[in-house]
């Protein structure tokens, strides 16, 4: 009887072995070639180091936080995250292609504000003087003044007697007064505007309708920040510089145009060719900074993907559409494709611009160009709302990927379409959870689109906001949020952002090769890493 039984449980956990591998057959780390002897060491040593990690650095004591655990919140575990081994590691990772950020915040908060304060055209201004009693509630407002606006007469944005007037930032940073913490007071009151704290996404804003006022209103601070020429110009070359030191080796940035970048002036605007000469140039230096260090291999180059905003009456939109095709033209190797922005939940539906979508693919075939759709869609907890549905558009109008697609694990047909036609997903961890799509990592339905067998890129989607610069800390969240995935499953994700890119055939293979060597000497570092902590054990 008992070998029977020994024999009965056998074959129960053959049928078991055999049923969670029919399970896991659509994921991408199980379909690919096997793994080579130093990839097994690696995903090994990672796995077991999360778990380690787990059990020691996540389960220590932290007095302000209360219930650290990996994948947590990430504005309140981000002190933690960075004491980690595998943070370290995954800061190596060739990750492929960034497909989902947004030009305006893809930069250091704490940067941009020390670009503002070397501009003397820059000046800052808010509705009232500033007190320790509003401090927190007063937003500041920038603007590039010309030469001959600057204020012949200087209030302190600090003393009772200030109306609503222009002051130089410089000047308003060192005479800032000390009872609100002088210039590092400053600092930290338009630092915290330009971004969101934990206290906000967890706290007073944590609801989607609450943290969107806040997302929306960091946004009209980067915009007057910004668009100024000397700005744009070294923020757009800094950030490129940091995502190369975090692993990335190509970007599709989407950006609104019209673009309103004033000139060196401060008075007249910059034409939208202009800013793709700039956009040209400063990638062009690039990249022959890269080359004379022997670092070809980790930059390949980036492209626009054109947006529009979804608050724009319908009749607005055929114009930019026409001035989408008339760049295409000029700047073909520069543009990526088409999208709509702006909260999905508030603005208009993808429906709502029907027509001129439909007849965007006429224009673009008498042009004979072509500007594929990247819509987003999807970027709700909805179920039947009107943003939820735009899913349905995008993928009828011929989305080549969906952004975000949070809610996209609700539609089984949409699901199966989406493998079919190779529709990659553009998955945006943190922003997802600090918008408050999802409470944390683990109730993210990224899992089960791995699952079920689609192509996925992680995106940072507006990193400057939550200060998650690149991608490391997306992978990182991901990661250690499930059991299942590991660094194979992350390799497969890094490989199909160059897949799943605007650049051409020829170009994505260019860009995996090189991919693959540094994937290779990624690997090699990782089982260095692990001999040199079994030999510490």
Sequence with gaps: MVINGIQKSSEYLKQREELINHDRALRADHKRDPLSPAETIADQFIRKLRATEASTIWSADYPSIPHPFPGMEFLTGRSIITKTKIYSILSKMPKGAILHSHFDAMGNAAE??????????????????????NIKTVLPEFQCLPQEMYP????????????????SVKLAREMFDPKLGGPEGFDRWVIAAMTIDPSEAYGTHNTVKKIWQKFGSTFGLYERMLHYVPIFQEYFRRFILSAIEDGISY??????????????????LLSDREIFQIFDRVLNDIKAEMKSQGREDEFFGAKIVITALRMIPVQDLEPRLRNCIALKKEFPHLIA????VGHEDTCHPLKYYLEPLLKFREM??????????????????????EADMNLYDATLLGTKRIGHGFSLIKHPKLLEICKEREIAIEVCPISNEVLRLTSSMHMHPLPALFNHGLHIVLSSDDPSIWGSMGLTFDFYQVLVSSELTGIIQLGEVAKD????SMLTSEEKQTVLTAWQRRWDKFI??????????RSVE
């Design 524 to 533: 090699e570092s990782v089982v260095n890493e692990e001999m040199t902590t």
């Design 251 to 268: 970007l599709e940035i989407r950006m609104n145009f019209p673009y309103k970048c004033l000139a060196n002036d401060g008075k007249s």
């Design 364 to 385: 673009q075939r008498e042009a004979r160009v072509e500007i594929p759709f990247l819509f987003h869609a999807g970027e709700t907890f909805g179920d039947g709302t």
């Design 337 to 340: 494709g088409f999208d709509l």
């Design 152 to 167: 012949s007469e200087v209030t302190l944005l600090t003393d009772p007697s200030y109306k609503n007037t222009w002051i």
């Design 497 to 500: 952002s160059i897949k799943y």
């Design 112 to 133: 941009i504000l020390g670009l503002v304060l070397q501009q003397p055209a820059m000046h800052i201004r808010c509705v009232k003087p500033l007190t320790v009693s």
